[in-house]
C-alpha cells in the first residue's frame, strides 16, 4: 500500500470531523451545557469519553496542551455536565450540523456506503497504547448514517493522533516544545498561540528548540528542525496504515472519494474555519500500487 494513503485520508476526513468541534451548533450546544469558559467546551467534549478525569490526565493524553493550559476548564467541566451529557449533546449538535450544512448529501447512499466503509476500517485499528481511540471506539453506535459516518471518521482521527503522540515522544519533544515546533515548521504561529500560549511559556519553548538547533534566530525551522518535522510526520503516517490496510487500497480510494465530495461541499460554503492540515484533495500517484 502506497505510504502516503494516511495522509491523503486525514486530507479528506479531518475537515468532517473538525464539524464537530467548531459548528455553531457545537457552541451552542456547551452554552446550553454551561461550558463556555477557558476552551472548556473543546476540552470536556473530546475528553468527555474518558469519564470524569483530571487535568493530569487529559494534559498527558492530549499531549500538546499542559497542565496549566487545561486545568482551568477540567475537571471543572464534570461538575458543570456529566461526561454522559456531553457526549449526548455533542451527537445531537453533530447531528443537526451536518443537517443544515448537507442535507441533501446525508440522505444518499454513499454516505450510507462510507459508513459501513468506516468501520470496516476500524476493524483493523488496535486499541492497545491508543487510549484517545479507545475512549471513542468505547461508545454506543449513532444510528443515523451521517452521524455514525462522524462518529468513525472522529474515532480514525484519534487513532492517528494517539500515533502522532508516539511519534512526538520518539522524537524528544516535551510537551511545552512540541507545539512550537509544529506550528514554526508550518508557518502557524498566530494560531498555535491563540492556544492560551503566554508569551513568556511561548518564548521560553522557542528558546529551547533554538539551543537545540531546530529554530534559527527567528523562530524559523532550520534544516534540521525540517527534518524531524517530516520524521515525526511519516512515523504519524507509518503508525496510521492498520484501518487502510484493513480495508484494502481500491476500497480506501472509494472511501477517500466519497469523503472528498462531502469535504468540498464543506468547503465551497466556509463552513470550516480553520483547518489544521492543508487540503490538496489528491489521491497519491500510481493509484492503486
Not at 475528553?47 to 471543572?76: C, K, N, R
Not at 462510507?114 to 476500517?121: F, T
Not at 502522532?164 to 508550518?186: D, G
Request: hydrophobic residues 45%; glycine residues 6%.
Amino acid at each position: 500500500m502506497h505510504s502516503r494513503i494516511p495522509r491523503a485520508m486525514l486530507q479528506v476526513y479531518e475537515p468532517i470531523v473538525s464539524v464537530g468541534y467548531g459548528a455553531p451548533e457545537v457552541q451552542t450546544a456547551c452554552e446550553r451545557l454551561g461550558l463556555i469558559a477557558d476552551r472548556m467546551g473543546y476540552y470536556a467534549m473530546r475528553a468527555a469519553p474518558l469519564g470524569p478525569v483530571s487535568a493530569e490526565v487529559v494534559a498527558a493524553l492530549f499531549y500538546h496542551h499542559t497542565v496549566d493550559m487545561v486545568s482551568p476548564s477540567i475537571p471543572l467541566a464534570w461538575q458543570i455536565a456529566s461526561p454522559e451529557q456531553v457526549v449526548a449533546a455533542r451527537f445531537e449538535a453533530v447531528d443537526s450540523a451536518f443537517r443544515r450544512l448537507l442535507p441533501q448529501q446525508i440522505q444518499s447512499s454513499e454516505v450510507t456506503e462510507a459508513a459501513e466503509l468506516v468501520r470496516e476500517a476500524l476493524v483493523g485499528c488496535s486499541t492497545a497504547g491508543r487510549t484517545m481511540f479507545a475512549a471513542h471506539a468505547s461508545l454506543p453506535q449513532p444510528t443515523e448514517p451521517h452521524v455514525a459516518l462522524w462518529h468513525g471518521l472522529n474515532q480514525l482521527r484519534e487513532y492517528r493522533g494517539d500515533g502522532h503522540t508516539i511519534a512526538v515522544i520518539a522524537a524528544c519533544l516535551p510537551p511545552r516544545q512540541a507545539a512550537p515546533m509544529l506550528i514554526a515548521c508550518t508557518g502557524e504561529e498566530k494560531a498555535g498561540r491563540s492556544w492560551r500560549w503566554t508569551d513568556d511559556l511561548w518564548n521560553q519553548a522557542v528558546a529551547s528548540l533554538q539551543e537545540r538547533g531546530w529554530l534559527n534566530d527567528n523562530g524559523l525551522p532550520t534544516a534540521e528542525g525540517l527534518a524531524v518535522r517530516a520524521r515525526i510526520e511519516d512515523e504519524t503516517d507509518a503508525l496510521s496504515l492498520e484501518p487502510w490496510e484493513q480495508l484494502g487500497t481500491e476500497r480506501t480510494h472509494r472511501l477517500w472519494a466519497i469523503l472528498r465530495d462531502l469535504t468540498q461541499a464543506l468547503l465551497d460554503q466556509n463552513a470550516i474555519r480553520r483547518l489544521r492540515t492543508p487540503i490538496g484533495l489528491s489521491w497519491p500517484a500510481q493509484w492503486p500500487g
